[in-house]
């Protein structure tokens, strides 16, 4: 009889990830720009694809919309990033702040995290950070996604300690059906029935549901 593979727990971005991912202002406006545009720039305006690139880095002009003045756009513009003066690397910061915190985080303990000079910006960026969670294109745009396996007709457990791997195993030991979910942040839910919990299935799975929610 095959030994049954261990599971592993799907890797949550740690800061060190963070560091390595964004290592300056440079990089976040790089994978905002590949994000938000895969194949190529076009116009948030007209949509027009021919567009120029404009002596400002990260910035273009379209001449189809504006053919008198022209119309220059940056990577931030239509994102709630924009007409902000806090770089794009910290509101990167307080995202990663906020998606992996388990409850749900203040104002005031964004403010002392980040030691931003003003309450009023912690406050002002977690309100935009909200209201663009609650955006299906934003959550399109920053690839957010929440996926978490469970078993069907599991019973709860209190103060068990287990771990997911040892819940994985107690629950296939009891012929229970694993079920692994991909959920969008107020969106979108993707379920399937798995064989069994192993890195490679749920890590397949979620280059799926990944697909199929059309997240970039």
Not at 45 to 66: I, L, T
Not at 116 to 132: E, L
Not at 168 to 186: D, F, M, N, Q
Request: charged letters at 25%; aromatic letters at 10%.
């Amino acid at each position: 009889m095959a030994k049954r593979q261990k599971s592993k727990p799907i890797h949550q971005m740690t800061v060190r990830d963070f560091e390595r991912m964004f290592p300056d202002e440079e990089a976040c406006r790089v994978y905002l720009a590949e994000h938000r545009w895969p194949e190529f720039v076009t116009c948030p305006r007209c949509g027009n694809p021919e567009v120029k690139p404009h002596a400002r880095a990260f910035h273009w002009v379209c001449y189809a919309c504006a053919p008198r003045n022209n119309y220059r756009f940056s990577v931030l513009v239509g994102t709630i990033f924009k007409n902000s003066n806090v770089d794009l690397r910290q509101w990167f910061r307080v995202i990663h702040l906020i998606l992996t915190s388990k409850k749900e985080i203040s104002a005031l303990q964004v403010h002392r995290y980040m030691d931003f000079g003003s309450y009023a910006t912690a406050w002002y960026m977690r309100h935009r950070i909200r209201a663009g969670l609650a955006n299906e294109d934003f959550r399109k745009l920053m690839g957010i996604l929440v996926v978490d396996e469970t078993f069907s007709a599991a019973r709860r457990r209190t103060g068990t300690g287990r771990s997911a791997a040892g819940r994985a195993a107690a629950a296939l030991g009891s012929g229970k059906t694993p079920i692994v979910e991909a959920v969008e942040r107020k969106g979108k839910v993707v379920s399937r029935v798995i064989e069994t919990v192993t890195s490679d299935i749920l890590k397949s799975y979620v280059r799926g549901a990944v697909s199929e929610m059309s997240v970039c």
